[in-house]
């Protein structure tokens, strides 16, 4: 019995061999992708071409397309996916540059190590401008990307052209046209104010000094809560950027402000101490369905939500100091995520996975950035050193930016950071007090 | 003969076993990129160029975001009066004019703490003792954290402190429908100057009265 047998069991061990040897194979293939994906695009940019509109005015187009194309190469190199070459400086001998990428051109490039190739021609079209934009893949000269695109803003077209390059190289979606919505708390001017994710555009949507609290995005994009806070008495607000309109939502004495938007939109989170302690409440975009969701003796406040929606973060001193919690939707299960230090506050959960950002404190007691995953250990502190305040961060929709707000030269500016401490950007400088920040969620 | 063959046939099933568990225990795991579609904004007017075929390029006849012949023109300023304040803010009031306000001194507050001080508490007798002596109308406590610590966190707390200072002046006899218990946080300081005398200076409620 025992001699028919072991001939079988030298297969089976030859098989399993070979199955092992092809799995490992396998890992080193699956590590190489990956390794590929990480790796950056290098996509050459064609100078811009202009024109003035036929029969109108001569007009800055030549200006503007400047402006557009070194809006394109920022965003492009700011998404970190990409190389950017730039080929006004090169020497393109016998090229044609001033006209739509023909093969000729998009084998030169290809010959000057490009993946892909990007350009657009831009003219103004009564009060618009109207950019055409291309992309190649440099290998086989295919164009990728051809679209017309109209707006009043130079500037958005050229971010939007960022991001449909960035989400079919990438197949992930840029931020290139996202928004951030900001507090001014200065004598002059306060109030709530939108800016480019480049912090142009800077305008005020609400001019009301009485707004104290950080403003929040829906989760669609089209309107921001806030609160209105005179006499002791809270309005919370949805005001509608479309229109400019703003729709009460809740009403209280005390403070409820800083309303959290779910990723469904189906329901919002806010923080109220109307019944006397700070406590955090539902309630339905309409209006509707109050529910109380937490009632301890303690402070809760600053809430934000999973990805899921199935869970809320949020700031407690239930434990006797300022600490990141974790409850279910529902208000249950609350658990204690942070236990470095005895002040970490203002959560904000990134609308890509577990990662949670929120401000914690140094050895000396200085407001600073860090980063908490959900489950397992692991804190990182984005900002570490300074005699200087970081606070409030808010993700980009990517998760790979955060948006926050530093008194590090003097007044409080509006910052961005990378997880990896990489990319710090300024986002504002002038003489106001620029605070509490939020990255629109598309 | 039988001893060595039962050996080996015992190494072949251990080895064999072993691969097995290698087998089931190597699987690498398939990463698909997240290839989401992008929620673009439907402001734009966003045509496809004749003949060309690109990923962006607008189904036919409706659907998607990308829409042919949209013709809205996106607004990045819009002009929204939420209406006046009916009062101005309190402005901060300049260094070394004194907290007072109508002989009601300002209560100061510890770092971090809401309670009031034992020691404070005379001076609380003392403007209740005013306020009852006095004809007034509507009281309103102010409280207010020094710049330490996150904005929400610090309005959370400086309500702390007026409500805690509300519970004594109600104790003490005032009628509870004449004080209104306001929170400033820490945007409305005393004073501007790091230091912890300054910090201090912040930590506390203040009165106004009508």
């Not at chain 1, 001017?189 to 950080?214: E, H, T, W």
């Not at chain 1, 970081?390 to 990517?398: C, F, I, R, V």
């Not at chain 2, 002596?133 to 102010?142: C, D, F, L, S, T």
Request: with cysteine; aromatic share 10%; glycine share 8%.
């Amino acid at each position: 019995m025992r001699r028919r047998l072991r001939p079988i069991i030298s297969l089976f061990a030859a098989v399993g061999l070979l199955l092992i040897v092809s799995r490992l194979y396998a890992a080193d293939i699956f590590l190489e992708t990956s390794k590929r994906r990480s790796e950056k695009i290098t996509i050459g940019i064609i100078p811009f071409a202009s024109t003035a509109s036929d029969g109108g005015s001569r007009s800055n187009a030549t200006d503007m397309a400047l402006i557009a194309e070194s809006i394109l190469k920022a965003d492009l190199d700011r998404s970190r996916r990409f190389n950017v070459v730039d080929y006004v400086n090169n020497e393109a001998r016998g090229i044609d540059l001033t006209n739509a990428p023909d093969k000729k051109m998009i084998a030169w490039a290809k010959k000057s190590g490009v993946l892909a190739i990007a350009w657009a021609k831009l003219y103004p079209s009564s009060d618009k401008w109207v950019m055409e934009a291309y992309a190649y893949e440099a290998g086989n000269g295919n164009p990728v990307i051809r679209i017309k695109m109209t707006t009043t803003d130079v500037r958005a077209l050229a971010h939007r052209f960022s991001d449909k390059l960035v989400y079919y190289f990438t197949g992930g979606a840029g931020v290139a046209q996202t928004k951030i919505v900001y507090r001014v708390d200065q004598a002059d001017g306060r109030g709530v104010y939108l800016m480019d994710y480049d912090g142009k555009n800077q305008s005020r949507l609400i001019a009301d000094a009485s707004v104290i609290f950080p403003p929040r995005w829906s989760f669609d994009a089209t309107q921001i809560g806030y609160t209105e806070y005179r006499h002791g008495l809270s309005n919370i607000y949805l005001f509608q950027l479309a229109t400019g309109m703003k729709k009460k939502l809740f009403s209280s004495k005390g403070l409820s402000f800083a309303p959290a938007w779910s990723a469904d939109g189906e329901g919002l989170v806010f923080s109220s101490t109307k019944e006397g302690n700070a406590d955090l409440y539902a309630i339905r975009p309409d209006g509707s369905g109050l529910k109380r969701l937490t009632s301890h003796p303690a402070a809760d406040l600053s809430p934000t939500w999973s990805p899921t929606g199935r869970e809320i973060a949020f700031t407690s001193d239930r434990g006797g100091s300022p600490q990141i919690y974790v409850m279910n939707a529902d208000g249950g299960n609350a658990r204690r995520l942070t236990y470095s230090g005895d002040y970490n506050t203002a959560a904000a959960w990134s609308s890509q996975g577990n990662e949670i950002a929120y401000t914690c404190r140094n050895h000396k007691g200085f407001s600073k950035l860090c980063i908490d995953q959900v489950q397992g250990d692991g804190r990182v502190e984005v900002t570490v050193e300074g005699n200087w305040d970081d606070e409030s961060p808010s993700w980009s929709p990517n998760g790979r930016e955060i948006v926050f707000t530093s008194n590090r030269f003097g007044k409080n500016q509006i910052f961005v950071i990378r997880p990896d401490r990489t990319g710090l950007i300024r986002l504002t400088a002038d003489s106001e007090n620029n605070v509490s920040p939020a990255w629109s969620p598309q | 003969m039988e001893a060595v063959s039962r050996k080996r046939d015992r190494l072949f099933l251990l080895f064999s076993a072993m691969f097995i568990a290698l087998l089931l225990t190597g699987c690498p795991k398939k990463v698909s990129p997240l290839a989401k579609t992008p929620k673009s904004p439907a402001i734009i007017n966003d045509r496809s160029l004749e003949g060309g075929e690109g990923r962006f390029d607008a189904p036919p006849d409706g659907g998607g975001t990308a829409t042919v012949d949209e013709e809205e023109i996106p607004s990045t300023t819009v002009d929204a009066s939420a209406g006046n304040p009916e009062e101005p803010v309190m402005s901060p009031k300049l260094h070394g004019q004194g907290g007072k306000t109508a002989n009601l001194t300002d209560i100061f507050f510890d770092y971090g703490q809401s309670s009031v001080r034992s020691t404070d508490i005379p001076l609380l007798e003392k403007n209740v003792k005013w306020l009852l002596a006095n004809p007034h109308g509507k009281i309103e406590v102010e409280g207010h954290a020094d710049k330490r610590g996150t904005n929400e966190y610090n309005l959370v707390l400086a309500e702390k402190r007026a409500r805690a200072v509300h519970e004594y002046f109600v104790q003490l006899g005032i009628d509870s429908s004449k004080i209104l218990v306001v929170s400033f946080g820490e945007e409305r300081p005393f004073c501007t100057v790091e230091d912890e005398a300054c910090f201090q200076e912040n930590r506390r409620a203040h009165f106004n009265v009508e």
